[in-house]
């Protein structure tokens, strides 16, 4: 079954500090991979995707993902946090088989000045 | 374009009483779906429809219906709330699998 973990709910870090958010998968083909990043009381807002070509992406608000098929794994980077970074992250993978989303449990990132 | 909007935003109901979450989407997208999210587990799909006339069940579709009837409706019908119900609901939409999702604002539910 396609699964999705995200291992830290919870990350804290200072402002201009480099960030990783780590995303593991469980899927028997190619996936279709996501971040998305959810501040408080709003929707989901989509960072990058990942579905085939270069293996490391580039998103929104300078954001970006590495997709490692040997590792199953999709990380989140950002090189130099800002405050306004503090959210929630969300891990997604689009099956072919079901035709479904799925998401990982969320990584909540707290930025300290 | 307004994207995907829901209605209402809050809403306080009782045991057993029905109620509709209202979706809609302007960006002629086939694939639409229901979530609802609680704390500690993320997003968890209840239904989704890949067109309209099409529907299927997620993760957790007991006590929620759906219809899609038009591309840019996609309705969420609590039958007979219960308080494992009190969430918030989201609805999304997206061109296809590879795309990724568009997500309305949310509906907060309270049941008690």
């Known amino acids: 079954a396609q699964s999705v973990t995200q291992p830290d709910i919870h990350i804290t870090v200072s402002e201009g500090a480099s960030l990783e958010l780590r995303c593991n998968y469980s899927y028997g083909a190619t996936p279709y991979l996501f971040w998305y990043v959810q501040s408080p009381g709003q929707g989901l807002q989509l960072l990058l995707k990942y579905f085939s070509g270069d293996t490391l992406v580039q998103g929104i608000k300078g954001f970006e993902a590495e997709f490692k098929r040997s590792q199953s794994s999709f990380n989140l980077r950002k090189p130099s946090v800002h405050w306004s970074d503090a959210a929630e992250y969300f891990c997604?993978?689009?099956?072919?088989?079901?035709?479904?989303?799925?998401f990982g449990t969320g990584t909540s990132l707290t930025v300290i000045p | 374009n307004a994207g995907v909007t829901q209605t209402p935003k809050f809403q306080v109901l009782k045991t057993g009483q029905s109620m509709t979450l209202q979706c809609a989407q302007d960006m002629n997208h086939e694939y639409m779906s229901w979530y609802r999210q609680d704390p500690g587990m993320g997003l968890r799909l209840i239904h989704y429809?890949?067109?309209?006339?099409?529907?299927d069940q997620g993760e957790v579709p007991n006590g929620y219906n759906v219809s899609r009837s038009t591309t840019e409706d996609f309705p969420l019908r609590l039958l007979s709330a219960a308080p494992s119900q009190t969430s918030v609901y989201f609805c999304?939409?997206?061109?296809?699998?590879?795309?990724?999702?568009?997500f309305g604002p949310g509906t907060r539910l309270t049941v008690t």
């Open positions: 999304a939409s997206s061109y296809s699998l590879t795309d990724g999702q568009y």
């Open positions: 429809s890949v067109g309209a006339g099409i529907t």
């Open positions: 997604a993978v689009g099956a072919d088989t079901g035709n479904q989303f799925y």
